[in-house]
Structures are given as C-alpha cells and as structure tokens.
C-alpha cells in the first residue's frame, strides 16, 4: 500500500449521500414557503456547505438562514440512516485496507448519524477512530482533528491521507501536512489539483491499496 493509514470524509466520500440531503433541503425550502430549485442547483450549493446552501438559498437573510438549517434537521433527522447508500465498491476498499494491516478514521461535520451509517452496514469495526460533529472540533479546513488522530495514533504524516469529495477536504489535509485525495465521481472540481485524484473506488483501490 501507499499509504497506511486513511482519513476518510464521510457525505459524498464514502455515502453517496448528496441527493438524499438535496431532498431533504428541497423539502425544507418548501416547508417554509421558498422557491425550490432543481436538484442540480441544490447539489451546486450543498457541495460548498450545508450552511452556505441555506444562506445562499435564504438570499443572505441569517435569520431565515436558520430556519431552513432547523427544518432540514428536522427532516434528516427522520430519515433512516441505514438507507444512506454508501458508493460501490466502498466496503471493499475499507475491508482490504484492514485486511493489508492498514486503518481506516472518519473526520466528518455530520453528526452522529454517521456512525449510525457505519453501523447499519457493519462496517464500524473497520475503523480505528471517528470524529463526528458531537467533537466539537474546529471545522475543515482546520486541520485539528486529523492532528488529534495522527497524535493519537503515532501517525508517520508520509504513511496518511487524507480523502474526501471537496476543495474543503483537502485543504484540511495540506494544513495537517498529509497527502491529499479528491474523490470526485461526479467531476464537480476537474480542475483543482490534489495529489491524487479518482473517480470511482474500483481504481481508487486498485492504486493506493
């Protein structure tokens, strides 16, 4: 293997969880009586963050802003995270990593709906440490709690990457220092440069594992 340790992303990394959070804003914008746009523009902004979709979406009224975050919280939260789809190919890169003698971290802004994610598919035991919103860490691109890990772990900064959907991602791993991986199947940024970059987890584990 390339590197050792993998500090995974979890919405739109591992889950192929976008259109499902595209729903659910859509179905929050509607709630409060706003325009809805397509599920294209909606995925455009959420790429970005939850955040700044709704604010964009709010047409920068922080009030409203808010509104929407509590009404899409409300209609995640009634959503089963077992029915969060992780992307082919993904249990079997996670599975060989460990089976190789690597370890697999989450960093991730989502709650601990996350874990639920990780649970319903049994896949919690593939992983060393998960770092969810409950943390409390700085959030990406500060890169504090890959920092936490690799203490923690008595990481070699050489043997870790990190991989994630967005710019965000791997920002946060340059400032930890770690190799940075931009999993884009959707080829949302074709022109920002990491240090790897895949499409799909059949290539991605055919190189890096």
């Not at 409060?32 to 604010?55: G, N, Q």
């Not at 802004?109 to 409950?134: G, Q």
């Not at 890959?146 to 990457?161: A, E, G, V």
């Amino acid at each position: 293997m390339i590197f050792s340790h993998f500090i995974w992303d979890f919405d739109g990394t591992l889950f192929n969880s976008y259109p499902l959070m595209a729903e659910d804003l859509a179905m929050a914008l509607k709630s409060l009586l706003l325009p809805v746009p397509s599920e294209k523009a909606i995925l455009e902004k959420l790429k970005a963050t939850l955040k700044s979709a709704a604010l964009v979406f709010a047409n920068g009224d922080e009030n409203l802003t808010q509104e929407i975050l509590s009404k899409y919280a409300y209609y995640a939260d009634k959503r089963n995270a077992k029915n969060i789809p992780l992307y082919p190919g993904a249990e079997d890169c996670l599975v060989k990593i460990v089976s190789q003698g690597g370890s697999n971290y989450i960093f991730t802004h989502r709650d601990k709906s996350a874990i639920k994610a990780l649970e319903s598919k049994n896949l919690s035991p593939l992983f060393a440490h998960c770092i969810t919103k409950e943390h409390a860490f700085p959030r990406k691109p500060s890169a504090d709690a890959l920092n936490h890990i690799i203490d923690k772990y008595n990481i070699d900064k050489k043997r870790c990457c990190m991989i994630g959907d967005r710019p965000l991602d791997m920002e946060c791993a340059k400032n930890a220092d770690i190799a940075a991986i931009m999993f884009d199947p959707e080829n949302f940024y074709p022109s920002y440069r990491a240090d790897f970059r895949f499409g799909d987890f059949t290539t991605l584990t055919e190189y890096l594992v």
